[in-house]
């Protein structure tokens, strides 16, 4: 048998012991994705979940509870005296959690203003109608003007903050559209007013802005994501999962509802994240819903003036919806498939450019 190498002064030489790697490692520089967006929905929804039980309670001992429309749909009478408004509960949840991760940047915190402003605005109107009894709640006057501001705002934020948002991507191209400042801020302006109104108007059936609204945002948190804005898919993220949380109630049957203070808040965020990353032309292919349910008001209400009859059995349309045979119960189910596909076609739109 033959001595070991070692034996014979024929072993391997120190230099030749060094531990090297058999193939080089690759990208091993490469920076880890910020995985905010996905912390802030989670902490979002855990917020919620953990605060909304408590939130019901205040709400229904401080007398504010849903009064449902005696021209509504005559199933819905039986939700009045729920408790309303706990918006001010998943809407603060998600901000919080989006500005935790992202303190000190500037759009984001101009993002959250406007939704917050959003909120105040819905709340406003929600303790006119429920606490002081007012049927009419916010005067749509002054809450025009301060949808107005609002907007306004917003587009200053942009054109200050993020020039590029004044270039629009068009959607399933490559091209992009660079608006005039006035043009611009006039696009921002539709585009706010038609979202916050959009999702005001879609939030009228137990759980249906909750599951719908949670496609439209994430179909915009992600394209806001990769577009290399962590912050701002922070925010419509975590409102998503701020909604997730939210449904642990509001499905049906709803046992709290959001209110204008949660609905206008979650069209101002679905709105001031789209139009900062340059995708307001994207807005209308994910929240298709959210412009339904509006053109369906404008129609109902021209068709009237014009010729003295209804054009659909009620308006918005998930109330045409309901009258015309799908239950609540089948109604969500259903629109929450229509909003995924919608998404589905969003990021389509996007990806598949020729």
């Not at 039980?53 to 509870?65: D, E």
């Not at 939700?79 to 500005?99: D, E, I, R």
């Not at 209110?259 to 900062?276: Q, R």
């Not at 340059?278 to 021209?302: D, I, K, N, R, W």
Request: net charge positive.
């Amino acid at each position: 048998m033959s001595s070991p190498p070692w034996r014979n002064g024929r072993g391997p030489r120190v230099a030749d012991l060094t531990c090297r790697p058999a193939v080089p490692v690759q990208g091993a520089n490469a920076r880890l994705p910020d995985l905010s967006p996905v912390l802030a929905a989670a902490a979002a929804c855990l917020l919620t979940l953990l605060c909304m039980p408590a939130a019901v309670q205040l709400l229904r001992r401080t007398g504010l509870a849903q009064v449902v429309r005696r021209d509504g749909p005559a199933a819905h009478l039986a939700k009045s005296g729920t408790p309303t408004a706990a918006g001010v509960v998943f809407v603060p949840a998600a901000c919080l959690a989006a500005w935790a991760f992202h303190p000190r940047n500037a759009v984001l915190l101009g993002c959250l203003a406007v939704t917050v402003g959003h909120a105040a605005l819905g709340f406003a109107d929600d303790y006119l109608k429920v606490v002081r009894k007012r049927p009419e709640g916010l005067w749509a006057r002054h809450k025009l003007v301060g949808q107005l501001v609002l907007a306004c705002l917003l587009a200053f934020v942009a054109l200050g903050a993020r020039p590029e948002a004044a270039l629009l991507l068009v959607p399933f191209s490559r091209t992009s559209l660079l608006l005039s400042p006035l043009l611009f801020i006039g696009i921002v302006v539709v585009a706010v007013l038609g979202a916050t109104n959009g999702t005001n108007f879609t939030d009228g059936a137990d759980g249906l802005l909750g599951a719908t609204g949670v496609a439209a945002l994430a179909g915009v948190g992600v394209l806001a994501w990769v577009r290399g804005s962590p912050a701002l898919a922070s925010l419509v993220l975590a409102m998503a999962g701020a909604l997730l949380g939210f449904l642990r109630w509001n499905w049906y049957p709803a046992r709290v509802f959001m209110g204008d203070t949660g609905s206008m808040a979650v069209g101002a965020a679905f709105a001031s994240v789209g139009v900062l990353s340059g995708l307001t032309l994207y807005l209308p292919v994910f929240g298709l819903l959210f412009v339904l349910e509006v053109l369906s008001v404008v129609a109902q209400v021209a068709w009237f003036r014009r010729t003295g009859r209804r054009l659909l059995r009620m308006a918005p349309l998930h109330h045409h919806l309901e009258l015309s045979g799908w239950r609540e119960g089948r109604l969500v189910p259903r629109l929450l498939a229509f909003s995924g596909v919608c998404a589905a076609l969003g990021l389509a739109a996007y990806w598949f450019r020729p």
